[in-house]
């Protein structure tokens, strides 16, 4: 247990060393994935089960989605056969996939020896977290609550079509930006120097 | 890991990247109170790893709508393109 305990963490280290490395978007995405995956994993040698859970379905699934849907939304420009198909080359496949088969190997095994290994730590169980979450921990969860909502109607007006009228048209950045064409990996390494 | 995701936030100048890194440093100090939470033994470090799940799905809407009109203004995520702001 404490092996895998480590070889998670190990995991973790390297996937989140290439995000933050990597320089295609895509890329950082699928890292990053496998990154909170493995401390899914982590979690669940430290005896919480439920955040591993948790962890898995909505840090590495719908946080992650988001993020899938914006890099999508945001290469509708000519450029995104060559972008899709730079992307799907094998090579980038390579280094999650490996780090995603070590964790699956390490679940499996957890898998069939469930019941023979003992954790390292004493378990915390849901039942325990869920009377704590809603014992002395309630005002936070009504100002998570609120939290969530507030998060909600702000992005749903950021994101909104109405207000993108309001913005100043013919700014000097909004021309050179459309005379170089939006691309998403470019950082703005052509555009004009003091542009202030 | 939280030393990464700083770093990664101070060097990039690439928006979703920069959002990226902020992901990975909530994660980190998610990690950090569910660890502490198990070397003791207690709810509570579990407790505020939801409240964190919680601050980060709330961050990453908000800051992907940014992300967007940011783009969609620009046509660039690079940070640098919207200092234009004058006081």
């Known amino acids: 247990m404490e092996a895998i305990f480590y070889i998670a963490a190990i995991v973790a280290v390297l996937a989140t060393v290439l995000t933050v490395t990597r320089l295609n978007p895509v890329h950082a995405l699928l890292y990053l994935t496998v990154s909170l995956l493995a401390v899914a994993v982590v979690f669940y040698t430290l005896g919480a089960p439920f955040m591993a859970a948790l962890e898995v379905v909505i840090y590495a699934g719908a946080i992650m989605v988001l993020f899938v849907f914006v890099v999508m939304l945001l290469n509708l420009g000519r450029h995104t056969v060559e972008i899709e198909r730079s992307w799907l080359s094998p090579g980038a496949f390579v280094g999650p996939a490996i780090l995603a088969a070590i964790l699956v190997g390490e679940v499996s095994y957890l898998l069939a020896r469930s019941g023979t290994l003992t954790p390292p730590v004493a378990e915390v169980s849901p039942h325990q977290v869920a009377l704590s979450l809603y014992g002395p921990y309630l005002l936070g969860v009504e100002l998570a609550s609120f939290l969530l909502l507030g998060a909600l109607v702000g992005a749903y007006h950021v994101g909104s079509r109405r207000a993108q009228g309001r913005t100043t048209v013919g700014s000097r950045s909004d021309r050179t930006g459309l005379a170089s064409g939006g691309d998403l990996v470019r950082t703005g390494a052509d555009r004009p120097s003091g542009a202030a | ?87």
Do not use: K
């Open chain 2, 1 to 87: 890991m939280f030393a990464l995701g700083l770093i990664g936030l101070l060097v990039r100048r690439n928006l979703l990247f920069i959002l990226m890194a902020i992901e990975v440093m909530l994660n980190a100090s998610g990690l950090a109170f569910v660890s502490a939470g198990a070397r003791w033994g207690q709810a509570d470090g579990q407790v505020m790893f939801l409240f964190i799940l919680t601050v980060a799905a709330a961050e990453v809407a908000v800051g992907l709508a940014l992300l967007l009109r940011l783009y969609h203004r620009f046509h660039s995520l690079d940070v640098d393109a919207a200092s234009e702001m004058r006081g």
